[in-house]
Structure formats: C-alpha cells, structure tokens
C-alpha cells in the first residue's frame, strides 16, 4: 500500500515507521524540513498548497491528515483546505483524519457522539470545518 502522511512529525512519524516496517511505502509531508524518519520518503510542502499535490505521484492507496489544525494556537494550518485538496487531487485514496473530540462539550465522563452538545471554544467551528471537509470526500 502507498499511504501519503500530511503531517509526519511526532504521530504521522510513528504511523509512518510502523507501516513502513510492514512493508507499506510512505511518504510524509511536512512544513518545515526536520530529522528523516527512517524508512520514509519526506518532503517538504504545504497540505493546503496546491502546488504540492503537483510534485507528488498520484497512486496513494489512502492518505493520513495528522497535522496539526492551529487554532488553539491562534492560526488555521489549513486542513479543511488541504482535505478538499486530497479530494481533488487524489480522489480514489482512502483519507484517514487524525482528529479530536474537543468540539464536544463535557459529557462527565458519558459517551459523546456528534449528537452531542458543542465545547465552548472559539476553535469548534475550524475543527468542524475540517471534519465536513474530510466526510466530503
């Protein structure tokens, strides 16, 4: 299988490394040029940057979005763009989005499904911005 991993730093890193010991070939992509991950292709490159899905090849069997969205830290890394551009781009790849429940408001301690009410936090509408990206495709 041939996965593209959009952000392979800490957690794409490790998923890369343990496909890749299976005989998966990877190819992470990060924003800032970093210490290689063994056994992995890594390029440099924006997820939400047309011009990166132009330097790749186009047989990935599925793809990771593990980057980070941002918004916590007051930017939007661009992962809803970035999913719809894996949906252009690569459209019979499988896409797996490494996300989070954070939307969700405290349960306390009860299941949370996305019936369930929103957190209040400035953050929710990009992260559910970035989740009906990935459903789209």
Known sequence: MNVLILGCGTIGGMVAAILGARGHRCVGVRRTAAPPVEGVSTMVGDLADPALYRRLDTSFDAVLISANPGFRRGRDNGLAAGALLVGAQLPRARLVY???????????????????????????????????????H
Do not use: K, N
């Open 98 to 136: 490494s996300g989070t429940t954070a939307v969700y408001a405290d349960a306390g301690g009860a299941d949370v499904d996305e019936s369930g009410a929103l957190a209040d936090d400035p953050a929710v509408a990009g992260l559910l911005a970035i989740e009906r990206a990935v459903c789209a």
